[in-house]
């Protein structure tokens, strides 16, 4: 689809709503009209007469009366397309609606209602039309302590409050906001995931399987690693500054990214544990359990630090401020290589297992040396063996 064709959607301003438009303004998308609980119905039908695609996202998950249900979900999904058959509009139409649809409440039965109007729009008009069922969703922006269980233990434990787990072991199907928005786009193309059925129902995909359980504890880890006051709260004093898993496409990584957006913004920065002597110091930044740990160093002019060697362990380092000179020696052998390097020009030396090795901090100034080591440190098992080079 073109990105200058106006672009339909309803409940704009909602969750999923304002991840859609900020994803499609930062693509280009010039026409958004978009559509929310205070406009009128006039303009509803005018943007129908305009559009050349329709998002439907608006509707009623939490009313104060369950007839709310009927006239927030199926009601408006009902004027939408009677608005749209009007001018003759053949826009594809695209409805967000819920697995609970299959289910026998008001909140589904309502969903289910909309989906038939759908499918029956299409039948009679020509016009494609896309049904997604979606499980629960989560991600940045959604309403914590709402109708959303990762929005709400994010939130919470984020700001040191306390969460509330009735039974662990309940089953959890998730999509990520990102994902969702990903299908609608792929739907503005015709390229969508859908059953093979006369009235075929759309997914997003992946799906995220958790538990209740797994989901509460998770969150709170990420608040241990930080440390703070979410951390205090949880009994936690000093960070783990661990990270989880982050792989591309996994649930941590996406539940990791959503947990950091419910931070509060007294709280963006937090300090870290600095080891001081007269050489210097060293502090730690992260550990990750399969990409090791990442430290910073800092050395008075002068000072070595090192002389000793590793098995298994392997590490790099970069000299961020000052000038190092860092010097390697093969474990059995005399010959001690030398490299100097400095903040001027950033470059990475590799420290091989095997080889002894220190740094030397031969500027006239305090350095800085950025470290990785391949495995978080362990002090029952240091792969640490002490030898001068």
């Excluded at 001690?336 to 002894?356: A, K, M, N, R």
């Amino acid at each position: 689809m073109e990105k200058s064709a106006p672009i339909l959607i309803t409940g704009a301003g909602g969750f999923v709503g304002k991840n859609l438009v900020e994803t499609l303004k930062a693509a280009g998308y010039e026409h958004l009209l978009c559509f929310e609980k205070d406009d009128t119905p006039e303009t509803l039908a005018a943007y129908c007469a305009r559009a050349a695609f329709v998002v439907h996202l608006a509707g009623i998950n939490r009313p104060k009366d369950p007839s709310e249900f009927y006239s927030g979900n199926a009601g408006l999904t009902e004027t939408l397309l009677a608005d749209l058959a009007a001018v003759g509009s053949k826009a594809p139409v695209l409805v967000t609606s819920s697995t609970q649809a299959a289910l026998e409440n008001d909140y589904g039965k309502s969903k289910l209602e909309a989906e038939n109007a759908i499918f029956a729009h299409g039948e009679k008009n020509g016009s494609p039309v896309y049904v997604f069922r979606m499980e629960g969703v989560f991600g940045k922006w959604c309403r914590p302590n709402y109708n959303s269980v990762v929005a709400t233990f994010c939130y919470n434990v984020a700001n040191g409050l306390p969460i509330s787990v009735r039974d662990p072991d309940f089953s959890l199907p998730l999509v990520y906001i990102d994902d969702v928005v990903h299908c609608i786009l792929d739907a503005f193309d015709g390229k969508v995931m859908q059953e093979k059925s006369a009235r075929p129902i759309c997914h997003i995909h992946p799906v995220h399987t958790t538990t209740l359980g797994q989901l509460a504890d998770t969150i709170k880890g990420f608040a241990l690693a930080r440390g703070g006051a979410a951390a205090k709260a949880l009994g936690g004093e000093t960070p783990t500054l661990a990270v989880p898993t982050l792989a591309d496409g996994t649930f941590e990584k996406k539940l990791y990214s959503t947990y950091v957006s419910y931070l509060p913004e007294s709280d963006f920065a937090y300090p870290l544990t600095m080891h001081t002597d007269a050489r210097g110091s060293f502090t730690e930044i992260l550990r990750t359990p399969e990409r090791g740990q990442f430290s910073v160093n800092q050395i008075r002019p002068g000072v070595v630090k090192g002389n000793h060697w590793h098995n298994s362990k392997t590490e790099k380092y970069l000299v961020v401020a000052g000038t190092c000179t860092t010097r390697l020696r093969k474990v059995g052998t005399d010959e001690v290589h030398e490299i100097v390097t400095s903040g001027e020009t950033l470059t990475v030396i590799d420290i091989p297992t095997g080889y002894t090795h220190n740094i030397e901090n031969t500027g006239d100034t305090d350095a800085a040396v950025f470290m990785w080591v391949n495995e978080p440190f362990d002090p029952e098992h240091p792969d640490t063996i002490p030898l001068k080079v």
